[in-house]
Protein backbone atom coordinates (compact mmCIF):
# COMPACT_ATOMS: atom_id res chain seq x y z
CA UNK A 1 0.00 0.00 0.00
CA UNK A 2 1.15 3.97 -0.17
CA UNK A 3 1.24 6.44 1.96
CA UNK A 4 2.43 9.49 3.05
CA UNK A 5 3.02 11.42 0.40
CA UNK A 6 6.59 12.77 0.41
CA UNK A 7 8.34 10.52 -2.37
CA UNK A 8 7.26 7.50 -4.85
CA UNK A 9 9.07 4.13 -4.49
CA UNK A 10 12.25 3.04 -6.54
CA UNK A 11 9.78 1.21 -8.06
CA UNK A 12 8.09 3.84 -9.63
CA UNK A 13 10.96 6.69 -9.12
CA UNK A 14 10.99 8.52 -12.44
CA UNK A 15 13.42 6.98 -14.35
CA UNK A 16 15.91 10.01 -14.65
CA UNK A 17 16.18 10.17 -10.69
CA UNK A 18 17.20 6.31 -10.70
CA UNK A 19 19.46 7.10 -13.51
CA UNK A 20 21.37 10.00 -11.76
CA UNK A 21 19.85 11.77 -14.65
CA UNK A 22 18.35 14.97 -12.26
CA UNK A 23 20.60 17.46 -11.02
CA UNK A 24 20.56 19.78 -8.62
CA UNK A 25 19.25 23.13 -9.05
CA UNK A 26 18.53 24.77 -6.01
CA UNK A 27 15.31 26.30 -5.37
CA UNK A 28 13.10 23.52 -5.60
CA UNK A 29 14.24 22.84 -8.91
CA UNK A 30 15.41 19.90 -11.23
CA UNK A 31 17.02 19.37 -13.87
CA UNK A 32 15.73 16.76 -15.77
CA UNK A 33 15.52 15.05 -19.00
CA UNK A 34 13.00 16.85 -21.30
CA UNK A 35 11.09 15.69 -24.64
CA UNK A 36 11.98 12.37 -25.04
CA UNK A 37 10.03 10.93 -28.23
CA UNK A 38 7.58 8.02 -28.22
CA UNK A 39 8.74 5.33 -29.78
CA UNK A 40 7.48 1.72 -30.09
CA UNK A 41 9.02 -0.70 -28.71
CA UNK A 42 9.21 -4.48 -29.61
CA UNK A 43 7.93 -7.57 -28.29
CA UNK A 44 5.14 -5.50 -26.42
CA UNK A 45 2.22 -7.13 -25.79
CA UNK A 46 -0.75 -5.36 -26.77
CA UNK A 47 -0.84 -6.08 -30.87
CA UNK A 48 -4.10 -3.78 -31.86
CA UNK A 49 -3.39 -1.18 -34.41
CA UNK A 50 -4.71 2.34 -33.61
CA UNK A 51 -8.47 2.36 -33.99
CA UNK A 52 -7.89 5.39 -37.03
CA UNK A 53 -7.47 8.58 -36.53
CA UNK A 54 -10.41 10.71 -34.02
CA UNK A 55 -9.95 14.28 -34.63
CA UNK A 56 -8.35 15.85 -32.27
CA UNK A 57 -10.68 18.87 -30.28
CA UNK A 58 -7.58 19.96 -28.73
CA UNK A 59 -8.86 22.41 -26.74
CA UNK A 60 -5.15 22.99 -25.36
CA UNK A 61 -3.84 26.39 -26.07
CA UNK A 62 -0.26 27.30 -26.27
CA UNK A 63 -0.10 26.83 -22.54
CA UNK A 64 3.57 25.94 -22.49
CA UNK A 65 5.42 27.45 -19.75
CA UNK A 66 9.13 28.16 -20.90
CA UNK A 67 11.52 28.19 -17.50
CA UNK A 68 14.04 29.47 -19.95
CA UNK A 69 16.50 27.00 -20.32
CA UNK A 70 19.42 28.08 -22.39
CA UNK A 71 19.65 25.83 -25.43
CA UNK A 72 21.16 22.50 -25.09
CA UNK A 73 20.64 22.37 -21.38
CA UNK A 74 18.13 20.37 -19.65
CA UNK A 75 14.69 22.62 -18.79
CA UNK A 76 13.67 22.55 -15.04
CA UNK A 77 10.70 21.31 -14.08
CA UNK A 78 10.19 22.54 -10.39
CA UNK A 79 8.48 20.46 -7.74
CA UNK A 80 7.98 23.58 -6.06
CA UNK A 81 7.30 26.53 -8.08
CA UNK A 82 7.13 29.57 -5.22
CA UNK A 83 5.84 31.91 -7.90
CA UNK A 84 2.15 30.26 -7.74
CA UNK A 85 -0.32 32.03 -6.22
CA UNK A 86 -1.41 30.13 -3.29
CA UNK A 87 -4.36 28.17 -4.50
CA UNK A 88 -5.91 28.32 -0.91
CA UNK A 89 -5.95 32.02 -1.52
CA UNK A 90 -7.16 32.23 -5.11
CA UNK A 91 -9.89 29.85 -4.84
CA UNK A 92 -10.61 30.13 -1.59
CA UNK A 93 -10.27 26.42 -0.09
CA UNK A 94 -10.64 26.71 3.48
CA UNK A 95 -9.26 23.28 5.29
CA UNK A 96 -9.79 22.12 8.89
CA UNK A 97 -6.06 20.66 9.71
CA UNK A 98 -7.53 20.35 13.46
CA UNK A 99 -10.64 18.03 14.10
CA UNK A 100 -10.72 14.56 13.08
CA UNK A 101 -11.58 14.00 9.17
CA UNK A 102 -15.87 13.20 8.84
CA UNK A 103 -17.27 10.72 6.40
CA UNK A 104 -20.26 13.21 6.58
CA UNK A 105 -21.78 11.78 3.19
CA UNK A 106 -22.06 7.92 4.07
CA UNK A 107 -23.88 6.13 6.30
CA UNK A 108 -22.95 5.09 9.49
CA UNK A 109 -22.87 1.54 11.19
CA UNK A 110 -25.95 0.43 13.48
CA UNK A 111 -24.36 1.50 16.45
CA UNK A 112 -23.12 4.66 15.16
CA UNK A 113 -19.71 4.07 15.66
CA UNK A 114 -18.02 4.22 12.10
CA UNK A 115 -18.68 5.02 8.62
CA UNK A 116 -20.12 2.50 6.16
CA UNK A 117 -18.33 2.28 2.81
CA UNK A 118 -20.77 1.52 -0.03
CA UNK A 119 -18.79 -1.45 -1.14
CA UNK A 120 -19.31 -3.55 2.70
CA UNK A 121 -22.42 -4.14 1.04
CA UNK A 122 -21.54 -5.26 -2.44
CA UNK A 123 -20.06 -8.82 -2.92
CA UNK A 124 -16.39 -9.01 -4.80
CA UNK A 125 -17.79 -11.25 -7.31
CA UNK A 126 -20.06 -9.07 -8.72
CA UNK A 127 -16.81 -6.85 -10.11
CA UNK A 128 -16.00 -9.86 -11.73
CA UNK A 129 -16.34 -9.51 -15.45
CA UNK A 130 -15.82 -13.00 -16.69
CA UNK A 131 -16.74 -12.18 -20.34
CA UNK A 132 -13.88 -13.18 -23.06
CA UNK A 133 -14.22 -10.63 -25.39
CA UNK A 134 -14.77 -11.81 -29.23
CA UNK A 135 -12.12 -9.78 -30.86
CA UNK A 136 -8.95 -8.60 -29.55
CA UNK A 137 -8.44 -5.24 -27.44
CA UNK A 138 -7.79 -2.14 -29.54
CA UNK A 139 -5.07 0.08 -28.69
CA UNK A 140 -6.83 3.79 -28.38
CA UNK A 141 -5.64 6.69 -30.57
CA UNK A 142 -2.51 8.38 -30.26
CA UNK A 143 -2.81 11.27 -28.23
CA UNK A 144 -2.94 14.01 -30.44
CA UNK A 145 -5.50 11.95 -32.62
CA UNK A 146 -7.94 12.12 -29.66
CA UNK A 147 -10.50 14.28 -28.62
CA UNK A 148 -9.75 16.18 -25.34
CA UNK A 149 -11.53 18.75 -22.85
CA UNK A 150 -10.09 20.86 -20.39
CA UNK A 151 -12.87 20.85 -16.94
CA UNK A 152 -12.51 24.02 -15.75
CA UNK A 153 -15.94 25.46 -15.12
CA UNK A 154 -19.26 24.19 -13.80
CA UNK A 155 -20.56 23.42 -17.25
CA UNK A 156 -18.16 21.42 -18.24
CA UNK A 157 -18.39 19.39 -15.23
CA UNK A 158 -21.97 19.07 -15.52
CA UNK A 159 -21.05 18.07 -18.85
CA UNK A 160 -18.50 15.59 -17.93
CA UNK A 161 -20.68 14.02 -15.42
CA UNK A 162 -23.74 13.83 -18.38
CA UNK A 163 -20.70 11.81 -20.37
CA UNK A 164 -20.07 9.32 -17.83
CA UNK A 165 -23.22 8.43 -17.31
CA UNK A 166 -23.19 6.99 -20.88
CA UNK A 167 -20.25 4.66 -20.69
CA UNK A 168 -19.45 2.03 -18.54
CA UNK A 169 -15.75 2.18 -17.51
CA UNK A 170 -13.41 5.03 -17.40
CA UNK A 171 -9.82 5.37 -16.17
CA UNK A 172 -9.03 7.73 -13.36
CA UNK A 173 -5.68 9.34 -12.03
CA UNK A 174 -5.01 12.88 -10.11
CA UNK A 175 -1.93 14.69 -9.27
CA UNK A 176 -1.65 16.44 -5.93
CA UNK A 177 0.59 18.80 -4.14
CA UNK A 178 1.45 18.56 -0.81
CA UNK A 179 4.11 20.48 -0.59
CA UNK A 180 2.34 23.74 0.16
CA UNK A 181 -0.87 22.91 2.41
CA UNK A 182 -0.94 20.97 5.36
CA UNK A 183 -2.90 17.40 4.22
CA UNK A 184 -2.03 18.16 0.42
CA UNK A 185 -4.50 19.59 -2.41
CA UNK A 186 -5.03 17.32 -5.21
CA UNK A 187 -4.61 19.54 -8.37
CA UNK A 188 -6.06 17.82 -11.39
CA UNK A 189 -8.21 14.87 -12.21
CA UNK A 190 -7.69 13.23 -15.83
CA UNK A 191 -10.55 10.91 -16.84
CA UNK A 192 -10.59 8.96 -19.84
CA UNK A 193 -13.12 7.24 -21.74
CA UNK A 194 -12.70 4.82 -24.81
CA UNK A 195 -12.83 7.75 -27.11
CA UNK A 196 -12.00 11.05 -25.06
CA UNK A 197 -9.70 12.60 -22.74
CA UNK A 198 -10.44 14.96 -19.88
CA UNK A 199 -8.53 17.00 -17.00
CA UNK A 200 -10.34 18.95 -14.25
CA UNK A 201 -9.14 21.52 -12.89
CA UNK A 202 -10.10 20.24 -9.39
CA UNK A 203 -8.74 23.65 -7.55
CA UNK A 204 -11.03 25.42 -8.93
CA UNK A 205 -13.77 23.66 -9.11
CA UNK A 206 -13.07 21.83 -6.11
CA UNK A 207 -16.49 21.96 -4.05
CA UNK A 208 -18.04 21.04 -6.93
CA UNK A 209 -16.54 17.91 -7.54
CA UNK A 210 -17.96 15.40 -5.14
CA UNK A 211 -21.73 16.77 -6.29
CA UNK A 212 -21.18 15.89 -10.07
CA UNK A 213 -18.43 12.83 -10.03
CA UNK A 214 -19.59 10.99 -7.02
CA UNK A 215 -22.18 9.05 -8.20
CA UNK A 216 -20.30 7.51 -11.15
CA UNK A 217 -17.40 6.68 -8.99
CA UNK A 218 -19.68 5.17 -6.37
CA UNK A 219 -22.00 3.53 -9.15
CA UNK A 220 -21.12 -0.20 -9.13
CA UNK A 221 -21.80 -0.59 -12.68
CA UNK A 222 -19.13 1.46 -13.91
CA UNK A 223 -15.53 -0.40 -14.05
CA UNK A 224 -13.20 2.17 -12.85
CA UNK A 225 -9.68 1.58 -14.29
CA UNK A 226 -6.59 3.70 -11.75
CA UNK A 227 -2.76 2.50 -11.42
CA UNK A 228 -1.35 2.21 -7.66
CA UNK A 229 -4.31 3.77 -6.43
CA UNK A 230 -3.80 3.94 -2.71
CA UNK A 231 -3.40 7.35 -2.63
CA UNK A 232 -5.30 8.47 -5.31
CA UNK A 233 -8.69 6.59 -2.87
CA UNK A 234 -7.46 8.67 0.10
CA UNK A 235 -7.66 11.97 -2.04
CA UNK A 236 -10.70 11.17 -3.23
CA UNK A 237 -12.21 11.18 -0.14
CA UNK A 238 -10.72 13.49 1.76
CA UNK A 239 -10.86 16.38 -1.15
CA UNK A 240 -14.66 15.45 -2.34
CA UNK A 241 -16.16 13.00 -0.41
CA UNK A 242 -15.67 10.37 -3.32
CA UNK A 243 -15.89 7.28 -2.55
CA UNK A 244 -15.29 4.04 -5.28
CA UNK A 245 -16.84 0.86 -6.01
CA UNK A 246 -15.70 -1.60 -8.79
CA UNK A 247 -12.11 -0.63 -9.30
CA UNK A 248 -9.71 -2.45 -10.77
CA UNK A 249 -5.74 -1.49 -10.08
CA UNK A 250 -3.68 -2.34 -13.01
CA UNK A 251 -0.86 -1.99 -10.34
CA UNK A 252 -2.50 -4.64 -8.42
CA UNK A 253 -3.12 -6.68 -10.93
CA UNK A 254 0.60 -6.16 -12.49
CA UNK A 255 1.55 -7.82 -9.23
CA UNK A 256 -0.36 -10.30 -9.22
CA UNK A 257 0.69 -11.14 -12.56
CA UNK A 258 4.39 -11.01 -11.63
CA UNK A 259 5.26 -8.54 -13.95
CA UNK A 260 8.90 -7.42 -14.05
CA UNK A 261 8.09 -4.18 -12.70
CA UNK A 262 4.58 -2.52 -11.36
CA UNK A 263 4.98 0.82 -12.64
CA UNK A 264 2.73 2.52 -14.91
CA UNK A 265 5.73 3.54 -16.93
CA UNK A 266 7.07 -0.07 -17.42
CA UNK A 267 2.87 -1.14 -18.14
CA UNK A 268 2.87 1.34 -20.72
CA UNK A 269 6.20 0.55 -22.26
CA UNK A 270 5.25 -3.64 -21.99
CA UNK A 271 1.52 -2.98 -23.46
CA UNK A 272 1.03 -0.20 -25.62
CA UNK A 273 5.23 0.50 -26.42
CA UNK A 274 5.19 4.02 -25.05
CA UNK A 275 7.80 5.29 -23.08
CA UNK A 276 5.95 7.84 -20.51
CA UNK A 277 8.11 11.24 -19.94
CA UNK A 278 8.40 10.86 -15.92
CA UNK A 279 10.29 13.79 -15.52
CA UNK A 280 6.35 15.56 -14.46
CA UNK A 281 5.01 13.28 -12.52
CA UNK A 282 6.72 15.53 -9.82
CA UNK A 283 6.25 18.80 -11.12
CA UNK A 284 4.24 21.86 -9.34
CA UNK A 285 0.78 20.79 -10.32
CA UNK A 286 -0.86 24.40 -8.99
CA UNK A 287 0.27 25.31 -12.05
CA UNK A 288 -2.28 27.56 -14.20
CA UNK A 289 -2.65 27.82 -16.61
CA UNK A 290 -1.73 24.19 -17.11
CA UNK A 291 1.84 24.07 -18.92
CA UNK A 292 1.05 22.36 -22.17
CA UNK A 293 3.59 19.74 -21.54
CA UNK A 294 1.87 19.09 -18.38
CA UNK A 295 -1.25 18.59 -20.05
CA UNK A 296 0.21 16.26 -22.25
CA UNK A 297 2.16 14.25 -19.14
CA UNK A 298 -0.87 13.69 -17.72
CA UNK A 299 -3.15 12.94 -20.26
CA UNK A 300 -1.07 10.06 -20.51
CA UNK A 301 -1.62 9.04 -17.32
CA UNK A 302 -5.13 7.65 -18.13
CA UNK A 303 -5.12 7.58 -21.56
CA UNK A 304 -4.21 4.14 -22.23
CA UNK A 305 -5.27 2.51 -19.12
CA UNK A 306 -8.51 1.14 -20.68
CA UNK A 307 -6.57 -0.44 -22.96
CA UNK A 308 -3.89 -2.52 -20.33
CA UNK A 309 -7.19 -3.25 -18.60
CA UNK A 310 -8.20 -5.21 -21.59
CA UNK A 311 -4.49 -6.70 -21.70
CA UNK A 312 -4.02 -7.80 -18.28
CA UNK A 313 -7.92 -8.68 -17.96
CA UNK A 314 -7.25 -11.16 -20.76
CA UNK A 315 -3.49 -12.45 -19.46
CA UNK A 316 -5.54 -12.56 -15.81
CA UNK A 317 -7.81 -15.02 -16.92
CA UNK A 318 -5.99 -16.89 -19.28
CA UNK A 319 -3.18 -17.54 -16.01
CA UNK A 320 -5.83 -18.59 -13.67
CA UNK A 321 -6.55 -21.73 -12.62
CA UNK A 322 -9.46 -23.56 -10.94
CA UNK A 323 -7.85 -23.01 -7.61
CA UNK A 324 -6.54 -19.59 -8.30
CA UNK A 325 -8.56 -17.33 -9.91
CA UNK A 326 -6.17 -14.62 -11.03
CA UNK A 327 -8.69 -12.06 -11.90
CA UNK A 328 -10.78 -12.60 -8.91
CA UNK A 329 -7.90 -11.69 -6.78
CA UNK A 330 -7.22 -8.22 -8.47
CA UNK A 331 -10.80 -6.98 -7.64
CA UNK A 332 -10.38 -8.35 -3.99
CA UNK A 333 -7.11 -6.09 -3.70
CA UNK A 334 -8.58 -3.60 -5.64
CA UNK A 335 -11.40 -3.58 -3.51
CA UNK A 336 -9.89 -3.69 -0.01
CA UNK A 337 -8.13 -0.24 -1.34
CA UNK A 338 -11.03 1.10 -1.39
CA UNK A 339 -12.17 0.21 1.60
CA UNK A 340 -9.99 2.60 3.42
CA UNK A 341 -10.81 5.37 5.33
CA UNK A 342 -8.92 8.64 4.93
CA UNK A 343 -8.09 9.99 8.61
CA UNK A 344 -6.12 13.03 8.94
CA UNK A 345 -2.88 13.01 10.79
CA UNK A 346 -3.33 14.52 14.12
CA UNK A 347 -0.50 15.22 16.92
CA UNK A 348 0.15 12.57 19.39
CA UNK A 349 1.91 13.02 22.08
CA UNK A 350 5.05 10.94 20.42
CA UNK A 351 4.73 12.08 17.23
CA UNK A 352 7.90 13.35 17.01
CA UNK A 353 9.50 10.11 17.34
CA UNK A 354 8.51 9.10 14.14
CA UNK A 355 10.04 11.99 12.40
CA UNK A 356 12.38 10.18 9.61
CA UNK A 357 15.93 10.42 9.97
CA UNK A 358 15.87 10.73 14.36
CA UNK A 359 16.91 7.28 14.68
CA UNK A 360 20.37 7.65 12.50
CA UNK A 361 21.30 10.45 14.81
CA UNK A 362 22.39 9.57 18.58
CA UNK A 363 20.55 12.20 20.45
CA UNK A 364 20.50 12.84 23.76
CA UNK A 365 17.75 13.63 26.00
CA UNK A 366 18.24 17.54 25.73
CA UNK A 367 18.36 17.22 21.90
CA UNK A 368 15.49 14.93 22.07
CA UNK A 369 13.79 17.84 24.15
CA UNK A 370 14.64 20.19 21.45
CA UNK A 371 13.55 17.67 18.76
CA UNK A 372 10.21 17.42 20.68
CA UNK A 373 9.81 21.39 20.76
CA UNK A 374 10.39 22.10 17.78
CA UNK A 375 8.18 19.41 15.69
CA UNK A 376 5.28 20.79 18.40
CA UNK A 377 6.36 24.56 16.83
CA UNK A 378 6.20 23.10 13.84
CA UNK A 379 3.00 21.09 13.67
CA UNK A 380 0.89 24.55 14.85
CA UNK A 381 2.04 26.55 11.97
CA UNK A 382 1.54 24.17 9.79
CA UNK A 383 -1.62 23.69 10.92
CA UNK A 384 -2.62 26.95 11.37
CA UNK A 385 -1.09 28.47 8.45
CA UNK A 386 -1.88 25.03 5.48
CA UNK A 387 1.42 24.54 4.68
CA UNK A 388 3.32 21.37 4.92
CA UNK A 389 5.48 20.67 7.98
CA UNK A 390 8.63 20.36 5.35
CA UNK A 391 8.33 23.78 4.15
CA UNK A 392 7.88 25.03 7.87
CA UNK A 393 11.04 23.24 8.84
CA UNK A 394 12.44 19.94 6.77
CA UNK A 395 12.91 17.22 9.10
CA UNK A 396 16.68 17.56 8.48
CA UNK A 397 17.03 20.96 9.76
CA UNK A 398 14.50 20.49 12.43
CA UNK A 399 17.42 17.54 13.50
CA UNK A 400 20.15 20.00 12.67
CA UNK A 401 18.61 22.73 15.00
CA UNK A 402 18.02 19.67 17.69
CA UNK A 403 21.88 18.80 17.57
CA UNK A 404 23.11 21.97 17.75
CA UNK A 405 20.88 23.39 20.36
CA UNK A 406 21.22 27.07 19.30
CA UNK A 407 20.38 29.62 22.34
CA UNK A 408 20.10 33.08 20.40
CA UNK A 409 18.65 34.02 17.21
CA UNK A 410 22.55 34.34 15.58
CA UNK A 411 23.24 30.77 15.80
CA UNK A 412 19.65 29.52 14.96
CA UNK A 413 20.08 32.01 11.58
CA UNK A 414 23.25 30.41 11.03
CA UNK A 415 21.72 27.13 11.02
CA UNK A 416 19.00 27.75 8.67
CA UNK A 417 20.00 30.66 6.60
CA UNK A 418 17.17 32.24 5.46
CA UNK A 419 15.73 29.06 3.64
CA UNK A 420 12.42 28.64 5.96
CA UNK A 421 10.22 31.70 6.03
CA UNK A 422 8.16 30.38 8.61
CA UNK A 423 11.24 29.97 10.96
CA UNK A 424 12.76 33.35 9.55
CA UNK A 425 9.63 35.07 11.19
CA UNK A 426 9.98 33.30 14.23
CA UNK A 427 13.34 33.33 15.63
CA UNK A 428 12.47 34.72 19.00
CA UNK A 429 9.60 32.07 19.57
CA UNK A 430 11.73 29.32 18.38
CA UNK A 431 14.52 30.39 20.44
CA UNK A 432 12.48 30.49 23.47
CA UNK A 433 10.66 26.86 22.41
CA UNK A 434 14.34 25.62 22.57
CA UNK A 435 15.24 27.21 25.93
CA UNK A 436 11.45 25.88 27.54
CA UNK A 437 13.17 22.29 26.20
CA UNK A 438 16.30 22.35 27.35
CA UNK A 439 14.68 23.44 30.98
CA UNK A 440 12.52 19.98 30.68
CA UNK A 441 15.31 17.81 28.52
CA UNK A 442 15.70 15.40 32.01
CA UNK A 443 11.89 13.92 30.82
CA UNK A 444 13.64 12.73 27.34
CA UNK A 445 16.34 10.50 29.61
CA UNK A 446 14.13 7.26 29.39
CA UNK A 447 13.41 8.64 25.88
CA UNK A 448 17.14 8.89 24.76
CA UNK A 449 17.93 5.12 26.19
CA UNK A 450 15.25 3.56 24.81
CA UNK A 451 16.16 5.40 21.47
CA UNK A 452 19.96 4.08 21.69
CA UNK A 453 19.21 0.64 22.73
CA UNK A 454 16.64 0.51 19.77
CA UNK A 455 19.47 2.10 17.50
CA UNK A 456 22.35 -0.64 18.86
CA UNK A 457 19.85 -3.44 18.50
CA UNK A 458 18.61 -2.82 15.05
CA UNK A 459 22.31 -2.27 14.08
CA UNK A 460 22.93 -5.94 15.14
CA UNK A 461 20.29 -6.62 12.95
CA UNK A 462 20.63 -5.10 10.26
CA UNK A 463 20.80 -7.89 7.93
CA UNK A 464 17.42 -9.40 9.00
CA UNK A 465 14.81 -7.94 7.29
CA UNK A 466 12.51 -5.25 9.03
CA UNK A 467 9.61 -6.84 11.04
CA UNK A 468 5.84 -4.69 9.62
CA UNK A 469 5.97 -3.00 13.06
CA UNK A 470 9.54 -1.49 12.04
CA UNK A 471 9.06 -0.80 8.78
CA UNK A 472 6.11 1.22 9.79
CA UNK A 473 7.84 3.30 11.78
CA UNK A 474 10.86 4.12 9.37
CA UNK A 475 8.13 5.06 7.13
CA UNK A 476 6.21 7.05 9.31
CA UNK A 477 8.59 10.11 7.61
CA UNK A 478 6.55 13.14 7.06
CA UNK A 479 4.51 13.40 4.15
CA UNK A 480 5.79 16.38 1.99
CA UNK A 481 8.98 16.72 3.63
CA UNK A 482 11.18 17.73 1.14
CA UNK A 483 13.62 20.27 1.68
CA UNK A 484 13.41 22.82 -1.62
CA UNK A 485 16.85 23.58 -1.21
CA UNK A 486 18.21 20.31 -1.60
CA UNK A 487 15.62 18.87 -3.75
CA UNK A 488 17.63 16.29 -5.96
CA UNK A 489 19.80 15.16 -3.50
CA UNK A 490 16.76 14.88 -0.98
CA UNK A 491 14.30 13.69 -2.82
CA UNK A 492 15.42 10.22 -4.15
CA UNK A 493 16.97 9.86 -0.98
CA UNK A 494 14.00 10.37 0.96
CA UNK A 495 11.82 8.22 -1.95
CA UNK A 496 13.67 5.15 -0.22
CA UNK A 497 12.83 6.64 3.36
CA UNK A 498 9.01 6.05 2.38
CA UNK A 499 8.80 3.53 0.62
CA UNK A 500 7.57 0.78 2.09
CA UNK A 501 9.30 -2.15 0.79
CA UNK A 502 8.56 -2.38 -3.08
CA UNK A 503 5.28 -1.71 -2.78
CA UNK A 504 4.62 -0.36 -5.10
CA UNK A 505 1.19 0.80 -6.98
CA UNK A 506 1.42 4.39 -6.79
CA UNK A 507 5.35 2.89 -4.94
CA UNK A 508 4.80 5.50 -2.06
CA UNK A 509 4.86 4.19 1.48
CA UNK A 510 1.81 2.98 3.06
CA UNK A 511 -1.33 4.99 4.11
CA UNK A 512 -2.01 2.57 6.27
CA UNK A 513 1.09 3.73 8.25
CA UNK A 514 -0.40 7.49 8.17
CA UNK A 515 -3.21 6.24 9.00
CA UNK A 516 -1.49 4.44 11.92
CA UNK A 517 -0.24 7.43 12.78
CA UNK A 518 -3.32 9.32 13.03
CA UNK A 519 -3.97 9.81 16.39
CA UNK A 520 -8.16 11.49 16.77
CA UNK A 521 -7.57 13.77 19.03
CA UNK A 522 -8.77 17.06 18.24
CA UNK A 523 -4.79 18.42 18.48
CA UNK A 524 -6.21 21.28 21.05
CA UNK A 525 -7.12 18.31 23.40
CA UNK A 526 -3.69 16.27 23.26
CA UNK A 527 -1.65 15.87 26.18
CA UNK A 528 1.89 15.69 24.59
CA UNK A 529 4.93 16.70 25.74
CA UNK A 530 5.83 18.73 22.64
CA UNK A 531 2.71 20.56 23.50
CA UNK A 532 3.54 20.84 26.98
CA UNK A 533 6.53 23.03 25.86
CA UNK A 534 4.52 25.03 24.04
CA UNK A 535 1.57 25.91 25.90
CA UNK A 536 2.88 26.56 28.89
CA UNK A 537 5.43 29.15 28.21
CA UNK A 538 5.07 30.28 32.16
CA UNK A 539 5.73 27.24 33.24
CA UNK A 540 9.85 27.37 33.79
CA UNK A 541 10.07 26.40 37.56
CA UNK A 542 12.68 23.99 37.30
CA UNK A 543 11.15 20.60 39.02
CA UNK A 544 13.08 19.08 41.84
CA UNK A 545 14.53 16.15 39.83
CA UNK A 546 15.89 14.98 43.15
CA UNK A 547 12.32 15.04 45.19
CA UNK A 548 10.94 12.38 42.60
CA UNK A 549 12.49 8.86 42.66
CA UNK A 550 14.03 7.94 39.14
CA UNK A 551 11.04 4.90 39.16
CA UNK A 552 8.52 7.81 38.59
CA UNK A 553 10.57 9.08 35.96
CA UNK A 554 10.56 6.19 34.20
CA UNK A 555 7.24 6.57 34.85
CA UNK A 556 6.01 9.62 33.50
CA UNK A 557 8.41 8.76 30.20
CA UNK A 558 6.97 5.64 29.90
CA UNK A 559 3.28 7.64 29.96
CA UNK A 560 4.54 9.78 27.71
CA UNK A 561 5.76 6.89 25.07
CA UNK A 562 3.08 4.49 25.72
CA UNK A 563 0.58 6.04 22.81
CA UNK A 564 3.14 5.11 19.85
CA UNK A 565 2.32 1.59 20.19
CA UNK A 566 -1.48 3.31 20.10
CA UNK A 567 -0.73 5.01 17.16
CA UNK A 568 0.99 2.33 15.30
CA UNK A 569 -2.13 -0.46 15.81
CA UNK A 570 -4.63 1.22 13.65
CA UNK A 571 -6.92 3.42 15.54
CA UNK A 572 -10.73 3.69 14.77
CA UNK A 573 -12.84 6.91 14.75
CA UNK A 574 -14.30 7.37 18.04
CA UNK A 575 -12.15 5.21 19.43
CA UNK A 576 -9.68 7.46 21.55
CA UNK A 577 -11.74 9.90 22.32
CA UNK A 578 -12.33 8.30 25.56
CA UNK A 579 -8.66 8.34 26.33
CA UNK A 580 -6.74 10.96 24.83
CA UNK A 581 -3.29 9.57 24.40
CA UNK A 582 -3.19 6.90 27.37
CA UNK A 583 -4.51 9.15 29.63
CA UNK A 584 -8.10 9.26 31.14
CA UNK A 585 -10.12 11.69 31.30
CA UNK A 586 -9.59 12.26 34.76
CA UNK A 587 -6.12 13.11 34.03
CA UNK A 588 -6.37 15.00 31.41
CA UNK A 589 -9.08 17.28 33.59
CA UNK A 590 -6.71 17.12 36.62
CA UNK A 591 -3.81 18.45 34.63
CA UNK A 592 -5.82 21.26 32.84
CA UNK A 593 -7.29 22.36 35.55
CA UNK A 594 -3.89 22.66 37.87
CA UNK A 595 -2.52 23.98 34.70
CA UNK A 596 -5.52 26.70 34.47
CA UNK A 597 -5.48 27.16 38.18
CA UNK A 598 -2.13 28.48 37.71
CA UNK A 599 -0.87 25.48 40.16
CA UNK A 600 2.62 25.26 41.95
CA UNK A 601 2.99 22.13 39.88
CA UNK A 602 5.02 21.43 36.63
CA UNK A 603 4.06 19.02 34.06
CA UNK A 604 6.24 16.51 35.13
CA UNK A 605 5.29 17.04 38.99
CA UNK A 606 1.56 16.30 37.72
CA UNK A 607 2.74 12.69 35.52
CA UNK A 608 4.84 11.42 38.14
CA UNK A 609 1.62 12.12 40.68
CA UNK A 610 -0.79 11.39 38.24
CA UNK A 611 0.87 7.66 37.20
CA UNK A 612 1.61 6.48 40.94
CA UNK A 613 -1.98 8.21 42.09
CA UNK A 614 -4.82 6.30 43.21
CA UNK A 615 -6.72 8.34 40.38
CA UNK A 616 -4.27 5.75 37.76
CA UNK A 617 -6.59 2.90 39.30
P1 LIG B 1 0.97 9.68 -10.33
O1 LIG B 1 0.03 8.68 -9.76
O2 LIG B 1 2.24 9.11 -10.83
O3 LIG B 1 0.29 10.54 -11.32
O4 LIG B 1 1.36 10.62 -9.12
C1 LIG B 1 0.39 11.36 -8.46
C2 LIG B 1 1.02 12.42 -7.61
O5 LIG B 1 1.91 11.82 -6.71
C3 LIG B 1 1.84 13.45 -8.34
O6 LIG B 1 1.06 14.54 -8.77
C4 LIG B 1 2.81 13.92 -7.26
O7 LIG B 1 2.20 14.85 -6.40
C5 LIG B 1 3.01 12.68 -6.47
N1 LIG B 1 4.26 12.04 -6.91
C6 LIG B 1 4.41 11.19 -7.90
N2 LIG B 1 5.67 10.81 -8.03
C7 LIG B 1 6.38 11.44 -7.09
C8 LIG B 1 7.74 11.48 -6.69
N3 LIG B 1 8.66 10.77 -7.32
N4 LIG B 1 8.08 12.26 -5.65
C9 LIG B 1 7.16 12.98 -5.01
N5 LIG B 1 5.86 13.00 -5.35
C10 LIG B 1 5.47 12.24 -6.37
ZN1 LIG C 1 -1.71 8.30 -9.92
MN1 LIG D 1 -0.60 10.88 -12.65
Known amino acids: MDGPEGVRGKEEAAPGREAGDAEEAGDGFQLVTHGKKKKRASGQEGGGAGSGAVLGAGSVGALTKDKGAAPGTKPKVPFHDPSIPRPQDVYKIRVDNYKPFEHVWLERSEDGTRPVHPLEKLPVEHFVDRNVPECEPVKPADIEDTPFTLVEDHKGLMELAKKLKSVTEFAVDLEHNQYRSFQGLTCLMQISTRREDFIVDTLKLRIYIGLYLQEPFKDPTKRKVMHGVDRDIMWLQRDFHIYVCNLFDTGQASRVLQMERNSLEHLLLHFCGVTAKKEYQNADWRSRP ?45 NEICLQFYEKELLTDTSYLHIYGLQEHELNAKQLAVVAALHGWRDRIARQEDESTGYVLPNKALIEIAKQMPTDNGHLKRIVKSKYPFVESSLDEIIYTIWNALEYSYAFEGIAEQLKKERLEQLALKSVPASDETTILDAESDRSNIDPACQSSVAPSSTANVNVASDGGAGFMNETALISSIHLEDNTQTISSTKIFETLPGLTRPINKDALSNNRYQQATEELKRPTLGALGNSAPGRQTENFGGFSKEKICVLLFSFRVGAMWTTLDLLCFLTSSSLVG
Do not use: G
Open 290 to 334: LPEEMIKYAREDTHYLLYIYDLMKQRLQRESTPENDLLLEVHKRS
